[in-house]
């Protein structure tokens, strides 16, 4: 695993916060991710999407303490769910979920920049791959 500044988990975590403030953040990221894909709204068709938009609040917040360096039992625990033993998510739609993100993330927080998005990238990567890499 690739080290990660301290200064690049700092400039995500505070991204996060400005995003957070507008609750439209997580109804965005769920439009932009379910335009992506048929297969990916399916997989959502019978979930109660208002309780999923407050779980994620906390799942991205999980990936972001994961790159600080805290414990990955959360993240091992989603690993589970996730895997083909759970709700079987294709490992192909981390890309899709990650792309989405990002593009919430530009159009919620005032100071996204390329550099910003590309922190994001690399600080939410050790958690996807944990996750996905469970299935
Ligand atoms: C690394 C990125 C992801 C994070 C942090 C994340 C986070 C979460 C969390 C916190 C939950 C609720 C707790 C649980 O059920 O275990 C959840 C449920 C779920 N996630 Fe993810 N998830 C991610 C990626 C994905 C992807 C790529 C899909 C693909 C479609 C997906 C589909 C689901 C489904 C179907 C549920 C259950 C919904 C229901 O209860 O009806 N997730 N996720």
Redesign the pocket.
Known sequence: MHPLSSSDTDAVFQSYGRCCRNEAFFADFYDLFMAKSAE?RQ??R???MPE?RR??R???MW?ILYARGASGNKLR??GR??SRHG?D?NPS??GL?VDALMEAVARHDVHHSPQLLTQWRQVLSP??DL?RDAH
């Open positions: 990916v997989v959502f019978n979930t109660d999923q779980l994620l906390a799942g991205i990936l625990d989603l769910t996730h709700y998510i739609w981390y979920w958690g996807i996750i």
